[in-house]
């Protein structure tokens, strides 16, 4: 059963930046896929990153594009979501997920979570 904790969340201002961490109990091999995921109240749980665990290649949101970035470091079996430039449209709960089957975006698919991480952008 793998494990999964959010860490880093906060309440930021318009603009700034935050950094979230993600730990896993258990090896995270090359063939699986770890993404974060938002949820805001009355929404869908949404996409937001994503990574291939064995080749590093990344996958974004449209909306967050050019101002967020997923890493991961594989020796500790973390990822990591640098959000830059926040808005006011990226409140939400952060949550991420392990995929064991590879790349996917969608939510109900994913069987591992963490227990989400509160994002607060005020203006």
């Known amino acids: 059963q793998v494990h999964l904790v959010e860490s880093g969340g906060g309440l930021v201002q318009t603009g700034n930046s935050l950094r979230l961490s993600c730990a896993s109990s258990?090896?995270?091999?090359?063939?699986?896929?770890m993404a974060w995921f938002r949820q805001s109240p009355g929404k869908e749980r949404e996409f937001v990153a994503g990574i291939r665990w064995g080749t590093g290649k990344t996958y974004y949101a449209d909306s967050v594009k050019g101002r967020f970035t997923i890493s991961r470091v594989q020796a500790d079996n973390t990822v990591d979501l640098q959000m830059n430039s926040l808005k006011s449209d990226d409140t939400a709960v952060y949550y991420c997920?392990?995929?064991?089957?590879?790349?996917?975006?969608?939510?109900?698919?994913?069987?591992?979570w963490g227990q989400g991480t509160q994002v607060t952008v005020s203006s």
């Open positions: 997920a392990l995929n064991q089957n590879g790349l996917e975006t969608t939510a109900r698919m994913y069987r591992s």
């Open positions: 258990t090896r995270i091999y090359s063939s699986h896929f």
